[in-house]
Nanobody
Framework: QVQLVESGGGLVQPGGSLRLSCSASGSLSNIDLMGWYRQAPGKQRELVATITSNGSPNYADSVKGRFAISGDNAKNAVYLHMASLKSEDTAAYYC?????????????WGQGTQVTASS
């Protein structure tokens, strides 16, 4: 199993910045992709950004140029730097990790951290 714990969410004014952190523990050796997803009430969960174990990032069009994902392999952590936040960024943000265990593909999720961009 992989355990993921997010932190860093909070209330910020539009135009402000936040950094989300995700700390992973457990069976980490085969993780090859980590990322962030978000879900607003009544909305479908959507991908925000992913990063491979080699550090290659991918972003949703809605956050390109504003958000940056990074990882620290030594600390088993992944981060999401969010700038120029908009009200439409308001959502619960979830850390995700994907790995192989034998021939099975597993996806692990954190508990979520709330981000609210509001005046």
């Amino acid at each position: 199993q992989v355990q993921l714990v997010e932190s860093g969410g909070g209330l910020v004014q539009p135009g402000g910045s936040l950094r989300l952190s995700c700390s992973a523990s457990g069976s980490l050796s085969n993780i090859d992709l980590m990322g962030w997803y978000r879900q607003a009430p009544g909305k479908q969960r959507e991908l925000v950004a992913t990063i491979t174990s080699n550090g290659s990032p991918n972003y949703a069009d809605s956050v390109k140029g504003r958000f940056a994902i990074s990882g620290d392999n030594a600390k088993n952590a992944v981060y999401l730097h969010m700038a120029s936040l908009k009200s439409e960024d308001t959502a619960a943000y979830y850390c995700n990790a994907q790995r192989w265990s034998g021939r099975n593909r597993f996806s692990s999720w954190g508990q979520g951290t709330q981000v609210t961009a509001s005046s």
